[in-house]
Structures are given as structure tokens and as C-alpha cells.
């Protein structure tokens, strides 16, 4: 009898912890839906994460990011200058009200600063994105040389 109860009371535990799983989803609203972080040369100490972010909750934005492998994670921009494509540090991202926002090669980014160790390709790291609202979220990503690069195929698919 005592042991049903018991069973019971995990079963009721397992269930909630299982439910604020779900709800703390629904309350971050922000999901990552894609990214990874660019594998570099060892000697390279200094790398680049890509992201794309959908909200699924009212306007939020983004306003830095950490991250335990590298000294520092700064939010960058891509502008033209004269003609000149320069990085340029921001202080945040927006992101609207379910819309998007998408981190890429050919723009805003997260620059990775010093990084401790050289991080291995197919490994993952961890990030914490923190919001404008309090909120912080931590991200894995992959290690990758380059997203969809050609030179990453190895092997040719014949149909």
C-alpha cells in the first residue's frame, strides 16, 4: 500500500516537472530553429555563431549573449562605409512580435572572442542568449566548418 503511494507520488512529480518543461517552452516564446558556430584553424581565436530565432510571444530583443568557451560573445552588425563592408558592435537585436531574427554569414552575427580552446568540428557549445524582458535562454550548436559549403560534401549523391 505504502509503495503504491509513493508510486504515485513520483508519478504526480514526474507529471508536473514534465508540464513546467512544457510551459517554460511557451514562456521563453523565443525558439531557435537554426544555427551553428564556425569551426576555425586552431590558430584562428576568434569565431562566429549563426542563429535564427522565431518568436512566438510579443516583441522582444535580443541584448547580449555569453558564452563559457570564448572570453567574450559580442552582437555585430555588417554597414557600408564608403563603399567599405565593416563589423560594428550593437547593443541588441530587436525581434517583432512572430517574426524572426536571422543571424548570418552575411550580416548580423555573434562574434565569438578569444576563444580558450580551439572548438573541435561535430562537437557542441553552449550559449545563453539573454532578452530586453530578463530572460535568458541557453542554446547548443553545432561546430561546423561552414553551413552547406561545397567543399564539406565529400560525397557526390547520384540519382
Given at each position: 500500500?505504502?509503495?503504491?503511494?509513493?508510486?504515485?507520488?513520483?508519478?504526480?512529480?514526474?507529471?508536473?516537472?514534465?508540464?513546467?518543461?512544457?510551459?517554460?517552452?511557451?514562456?521563453?516564446?523565443v525558439m531557435l530553429t537554426d544555427g551553428y558556430v564556425?569551426?576555425?584553424?586552431?590558430?584562428?581565436?576568434?569565431?562566429?555563431?549563426?542563429?535564427?530565432?522565431?518568436?512566438?510571444?510579443?516583441?522582444?530583443?535580443?541584448?547580449?549573449?555569453?558564452?563559457?568557451?570564448?572570453?567574450?560573445?559580442?552582437?555585430?552588425?555588417?554597414?557600408?562605409?564608403?563603399?567599405?563592408?565593416?563589423?560594428?558592435?550593437?547593443?541588441?537585436?530587436?525581434?517583432?512580435?512572430?517574426?524572426?531574427?536571422?543571424?548570418?554569414?552575411?550580416?548580423?552575427?555573434?562574434?565569438?572572442?578569444?576563444?580558450?580552446?580551439?572548438?573541435?568540428?561535430?562537437?557542441?557549445?553552449?550559449?545563453?542568449?539573454?532578452?530586453?524582458?530578463?530572460?535568458?535562454?541557453?542554446?547548443?550548436?553545432?561546430?561546423?566548418?561552414?553551413?552547406?559549403?561545397?567543399?564539406?560534401?565529400?560525397?557526390?549523391?547520384?540519382?
Amino acid at each position: 500500500m505504502e509503495f503504491k503511494t509513493l508510486k504515485q507520488i513520483f508519478k504526480q512529480l514526474f507529471n508536473i516537472t514534465l508540464l513546467s518543461c512544457f510551459s517554460f517552452t511557451a514562456f521563453a516564446q523565443v525558439m531557435l530553429t537554426d544555427g551553428y558556430v564556425r569551426a576555425m584553424p586552431a590558430s584562428v581565436p576568434n569565431t562566429a555563431a549563426y542563429i535564427t530565432l522565431e518568436n512566438h510571444g510579443p516583441a522582444t530583443r535580443l541584448v547580449s549573449v555569453t558564452a563559457p568557451f570564448a572570453k567574450e560573445a559580442q552582437l555585430h552588425t555588417l554597414v557600408d562605409e564608403n563603399g567599405m563592408i565593416k563589423m560594428r558592435q550593437v547593443d541588441g537585436f530587436d525581434i517583432d512580435s512572430h517574426g524572426s531574427l536571422i543571424l548570418s554569414e552575411s550580416g548580423n552575427h555573434i562574434m565569438l572572442l578569444g576563444l580558450h580552446a580551439p572548438l573541435a568540428e561535430d562537437s557542441k557549445v553552449e550559449l545563453t542568449l539573454s532578452f530586453a524582458d530578463g530572460q535568458q535562454q541557453v542554446i547548443s550548436l553545432p561546430v561546423k566548418k561552414q553551413a552547406g559549403s561545397a567543399e564539406s560534401e565529400h560525397h557526390h549523391h547520384h540519382h
